[in-house]
């Protein structure tokens, strides 16, 4: 019997039309381009910049844009799922704001806050509503709007994050084409290197914390870097063992978008050919949740059914995993 596996069967990305690049940076924060190139890989980012404007706003427009591409009336959708950190407000979830915004009223939605891992860990959360049969479409969103939290003064943050990310739709396949398998861990110890000191139940926000600037993204790089490209790697390494494939059986890795050389790293490790591993972070920096959508929507054209591609992320928690699918279109 073939297993019935949630499959994507469209994407959409977005990222808002304002260009941040090394060059303005420069003129903010004592960093040059050569620098931000060099250490990250980074060329530019794309800011969020209209007034009003939030993450659910950027997940309107992909969503209603996946609809209409794939031929989708939105009172089919049974279930939206919104990975991001950077959420409209602490509640509600944003997936229902977006729902209420693109008209979706029959669905239930939530979010899944795993940073950079948020994109995986939603993809598997959604795909087992469909494998098991309860659920027929699904919309899972990566996307972040990481200006909102970002220091403009703090040049080792500032240079990292962008705005911007992707939506799939999930609908069960027979043919062996889907969400096939993940390997995901979580280790909170790794609070202390990424983090937002305030804003939560722990530090309300106060005149305090806005002083003390705690409302920005937190991070001790190094550390970050290096269990990046050993929990990657090894959860590569577990899913091609667990499903019986070798590296020649992959015909794309898509690494969550954090620093390219952490990316070259992963590739390194791994002994992966860099010309199947997708990569666009010169023009979008980290967007968090959104990197593997965005990826995803930028190599669409290239993709075809059959396809073994895996995905791997590692982000603030720590949260880390990858994802082995094979593509359905
Ligand atoms: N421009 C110029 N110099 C900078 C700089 C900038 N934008 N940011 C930091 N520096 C300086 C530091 O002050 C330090 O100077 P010092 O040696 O005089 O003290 C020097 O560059 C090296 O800093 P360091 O933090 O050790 O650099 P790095 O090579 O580790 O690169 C990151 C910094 C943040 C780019 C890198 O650690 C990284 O990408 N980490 C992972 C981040 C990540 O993936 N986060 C998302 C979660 S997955």
């Not at 304002?18 to 004592?30: A, F, G, R």
Request: charged share 25%.
């Amino acid at each position: 019997m073939i297993r019935r596996l949630a499959a994507i069967t469209g994407i959409q990305g977005f990222v808002p039309e304002t260009i941040l690049s090394n060059t303005e940076l420069e003129k903010m924060v004592d960093t040059t381009d050569d620098w931000i190139t060099t250490r990250t890989g980074i060329k530019e980012r794309r800011i969020l910049k209209e007034p009003g404007k939030a993450a659910s706003d950027m997940g309107k427009i992909m969503v209603e844009k996946l609809l209409q591409k794939t031929n989708t009336h939105p009172d089919d959708i049974e279930l939206v799922i919104f990975a991001t950190v950077t959420g409209d407000m602490v509640f509600p979830d944003t997936a229902n704001i977006v729902c209420d915004k693109v008209g979706i009223k029959n669905a239930f939605a939530f979010d899944v806050r795993a940073a950079c891992s948020g994109f995986l860990f939603a993809l598997t959360t959604g795909a087992k509503f469909i494998e098991s049969g309860t659920h027929k479409k699904v919309i899972v969103i990566g996307c972040d709007m990481m200006s909102s939290i970002i220091d403009y003064t703090d040049r080792a943050t500032c240079i990292i994050f962008g705005d911007g990310g992707g939506a799939v739709l999930l609908e069960p396949r027979e043919d062996g084409s889907g969400i096939i398998d993940s390997v995901f861990h979580g280790d909170g110890s790794g609070a202390k290197y990424l983090h937002m000191k305030a804003g939560g139940s722990l530090r309300p926000p106060s005149l305090e914390t806005i002083a003390n600037k705690e409302h920005f993204v937190y991070q001790e790089g190094k550390a970050v870097f290096k269990s990046a490209i050993n929990g990657m790697v090894d959860t590569v390494k577990k899913l091609l063992e667990r499903n019986q494939l070798t590296l020649n059986d992959i015909k794309w890795l898509v690494p969550h978008q954090a620093n390219i050389r952490i990316i070259h790293g992963v590739a390194d490790a791994l002994d992966f050919e860099l010309s199947k591993v997708m990569i666009n972070i010169e023009k979008y920096g980290n967007t968090t949740s959104g990197t593997i959508p965005l990826c995803l929507w930028e190599w669409e054209s290239k993709l075809k059914k059959g396809d073994n591609i895996v995905l791997t992320a590692f982000g603030g928690g720590f949260t880390w995993g990858s994802t082995y699918l094979k593509w359905a279109y």
